[in-house]
């Protein structure tokens, strides 16, 4: 945009140094999430061992928070309902799961006040939302630890989901005129003008 020649290697240095800031930053401005969570897990494979990448997503589509863990157990699905009621401060109305058990062992204890939904097909919404993830692990030829993945989602999911409004639901002004909100929002978290 300004005419300046960078490496890749330049971009991937300021994505580590300024990345998890901007998201943090975009996360304080964003207005507060739905009272519908959709949670899922999807595997990855992190120098030859199984990993779960645990996702939550409100009704919006738009990432509430991510934890890679190794496990999918009660344990496992305990830690990330914590670290999600922990980073947004409310406890929802709703929360979509598919069939793992190990939802329903640590909502009753976790959230035992919060209906939770198990059917088919339900859940799609959280499926769908570990696709721009798989496209950007295929771009980076895996991840190299559970740790870089953990950082480079925690930041790359909240800024994916502020740029990814659902274009099929707006007209061509409006769609023109929500991007250039957040655009606006964008430049005021990164302090660019």
């Known amino acids: 945009m300004r005419g300046v020649v ?4 330049t971009i991937r240095e300021w ?6 800031a901007y998201a943090n930053s975009l996360r304080r401005r964003s207005p507060r999430p739905g009272d519908r969570w959709y949670l899922d897990e999807v595997f990855l494979k992190i ?12 009704q919006e589509g738009d990432v509430l928070d991510i934890l890679v863990q190794s496990r999918r157990d009660k344990k496992a699905a305990k830690k ?4 999600l009621l922990k980073g947004l401060r409310y406890i929802p109305r709703v929360i979509v799961t598919d069939k793992l058990r190990s ?3 640590a909502r009753t204890e976790v959230l035992p006040s919060v209906e939770h939904i198990q059917q088919k097909y339900q859940n799609n919404r959280a499926e769908n939302s570990h696709q721009p993830t798989r ?11 559970s740790g870089h993945a953990q950082r480079f989602l925690s ?4 800024i994916t989901s ?8 707006y007209g061509a002004s409006a769609y023109r005129a929500v991007m250039k909100l957040r655009f606006a929002v964008w430049e005021e978290a990164t302090c660019s003008s």
């Open 80 to 83: 990330f309902f914590r670290k």
């Open 47 to 58: 120098n030859g061992r199984v990993h779960y990448l645990w996702r939550a997503v409100d």
């Open 135 to 145: 496209l950007r692990e295929k771009v980076m030829r895996g991840f190299k630890s």
């Open 15 to 20: 994505c580590l140094k300024f990345g998890q």
């Open 6 to 9: 960078l490496t890749y290697e």
């Open 103 to 105: 939802y329903s062992a």
């Open 162 to 169: 502020h740029f990814r409004v659902g274009r099929h639901l």
């Open 155 to 158: 930041a790359f999911g909240v």
